[in-house]
């Protein structure tokens, strides 16, 4: 049937794992096939192929004008050397990464490189990003390993009676945990289970959680660009099952303002290069020297990483103290109001359970830029062998200033644009992102800064809400 549909000898030229993904597509019945990537405003961004071409386009990729990496969440295009009206880039997805979208019929997706025309990888390829940071690791004998933990809020958009932005109403009031929740969302619930699993996404906990409307579900881990990767299809997942059942779906950090806020916690550990040894694991409090030097790092680069996992004017809404969101520079064994919680390891798995998880990240940032830079912070505190200093087991805004400077916990950026500050002063992440990369990221970023400024809270959430 293949050689019905498609160019013999494009079939031909094709490695194993696209000849399967046309095997799949013509059993299926896919009619498109989405080639999807991350842009640096943080929107899932993509061009469709179909079937009939697709034994081509998985060769050559889909034709993508440069200037959409200089484009914010507002469709805003900024003037960026290198990214304006004239060049062209290539959208090449990765086959090993086909799945078929349960809740979009007829379609499935990949994820995609950005590549120059001969091939290369683009210097603004933000999955390029993360793949030269896991490669970087692995010289030095280490294999990350991480997972995303978002949170969400379910309701309905509603035209705002007075003729204002639209807003986002809560599917429900439930309190934290409470099982009314469970049953006020279940059929999405399900849904979205049984969507993600068809998708190779292993589902571990679901609970609704502290604001009205507001899940948490999270997935198994995985290595890193395969978490990264499993991040954006949980985004696109959480949002099209949604907008199928006639809902919405905001993973933004504060889609409604008076309500808890929406994270996105990344969990983070090294294993040795056959993934037989967890690297985090062991010595003082369970946690080895390689992990302590991985925690100063983070610690160290935190001002201006947060530039990178909370990408959005919007985040700083959510990283206030006491919020449990985590608003100063420091770690602490089960401290939910730390920026690097160490987790306490499950009794009779200790050493695969052993990771880090950092609290001031959400879903707006691009996953592959954040998971990138904060492998370069964490590889740079083990290289320098930086120390974290005291952990912190009290929430951090009960201590004086003076304790506090005794710690070494430093109030994070309460902006966009003072994490923008902080990230440009910052020349290991700097470096790390390369000419192109930050030059555009700025921009964008500087931008969205600057529209928002403009505007009431009301604007701010809603373009949150519906972006993300």
């Known amino acids: 049937?293949?050689?019905?549909?498609?160019?013999?000898?494009?079939?031909?030229?094709?490695?194993?794992?696209?000849?399967?993904?046309?095997?799949?597509?013509?059993?299926?019945?896919?009619?498109?096939?989405?080639?999807?990537?991350?842009?640096?405003?943080?929107?899932?961004?993509?061009?469709?192929?179909?079937?009939?071409?697709?034994?081509?386009?998985?060769?050559?990729?889909?034709?993508?004008?440069?200037?959409?990496?200089?484009?914010?969440?507002?469709?805003?295009?900024?003037?960026?050397?290198?990214?304006?009206?004239v060049g062209e880039v290539r959208i090449v997805p990765d086959p090993a990464t086909f799945v078929i979208l349960p809740y979009a019929p007829g379609a499935a997706a990949m994820l995609s490189d950005l590549r120059d025309l001969d091939g290369a990888p683009w210097a603004a390829c933000p999955r390029t990003f993360l793949k030269d940071a896991i490669a970087t690791l692995h010289d030095e004998g280490f294999t990350p390993?991480?997972?995303?933990?978002?949170?969400?809020?379910?309701?309905?958009?509603?035209?705002?009676?007075?003729?204002?932005?639209?807003?986002?109403?809560?599917?429900?009031?439930?309190?934290?945990?409470?099982?009314?929740g469970f049953d006020l969302a279940h059929d999405y619930a399900v849904r979205l289970v049984r969507d993600l699993d068809a998708q190779g996404l292993r589902v571990e906990h679901y609970y609704p959680e502290l604001g009205a409307g507001q899940q948490e579900l999270s997935i198994r881990h995985a290595t890193a660009l395969k978490a990264a990767d499993n991040h954006v299809l949980y985004r696109e997942t959480v949002r099209g099952v949604a907008f199928r059942m006639g809902l919405w779906a905001s993973l933004a950090p504060k889609p409604i303002p008076a309500q808890a806020g929406n994270g996105t916690h990344l969990h983070v550990s090294l294993w040795d290069e056959e993934?037989?040894?967890?690297?985090?694991?062991?010595?003082?409090?369970?946690?080895?020297?390689?992990?302590?030097?991985?925690?100063?790092?983070?610690l160290r680069h935190l001002p201006g990483l947060v530039a990178l996992t909370c990408a959005s004017v919007n985040s700083y809404r959510r990283l206030a103290p006491r919020a449990w969101a985590s608003a100063y520079t420091c770690y602490g064994m089960d401290n939910r109001e730390a920026a690097v919680r160490i987790c306490s390891p499950m009794a009779g798995n200790v050493e695969a359970s052993t990771n880090l998880e950092i609290k001031p990240s959400?879903?707006?940032?691009?996953?592959?830029?954040?998971?990138?830079?904060?492998?370069?912070?964490?590889?740079?505190?083990?290289?320098?062998?930086?120390?974290?200093?005291?952990?912190?087991?009290?929430?951090?805004?009960?201590?004086?200033?003076?304790?506090?400077?005794?710690?070494?916990?430093?109030?994070l950026p309460e902006s966009l644009d003072e994490a923008l500050d902080a990230l440009e002063a910052d020349e290991l992440l700097m470096e790390a992102l390369g000419p192109l990369r930050r030059r555009a990221y700025l921009a964008v970023k500087r931008s969205e800064a600057a529209d928002f400024a403009g505007h009431d809270a009301e604007y701010e959430t809603f373009h949150h809400f519906r972006v993300f």
């Open 1 to 85: 049937m293949m050689r019905d549909r498609h160019n013999v000898s494009d079939v031909r030229q094709l490695e194993p794992a696209a000849l399967r993904v046309l095997e799949r597509a013509e059993v299926e019945g896919v009619e498109l096939v989405r080639f999807i990537y991350a842009d640096h405003g943080g929107v899932i961004r993509g061009k469709a192929a179909a079937r009939a071409r697709l034994a081509e386009r998985i060769t050559t990729g889909i034709g993508h004008t440069v200037a959409m990496m200089a484009m914010s969440m507002l469709d805003h295009l900024q003037p960026v050397e290198g990214m304006g009206p």
């Open 145 to 180: 390993v991480a997972a995303f933990e978002p949170e969400f809020t379910l309701g309905r958009r509603l035209p705002d009676p007075t003729g204002g932005p639209d807003r986002l109403m809560p599917l429900d009031d439930s309190l934290c945990y409470a099982t009314t």
């Open 362 to 411: 959400d879903s707006t940032a691009n996953p592959y830029l954040s998971l990138g830079a904060v492998l370069h912070a964490g590889l740079d505190g083990i290289r320098r062998r930086l120390d974290p200093g005291e952990a912190v087991n009290v929430d951090p805004a009960t201590l004086t200033d003076d304790e506090r400077a005794r710690l070494g916990c430093v109030r």
């Open 275 to 298: 993934l037989q040894r967890n690297l985090f694991a062991g010595g003082r409090d369970g946690l080895s020297d390689t992990a302590r030097h991985f925690i100063g790092g983070i």
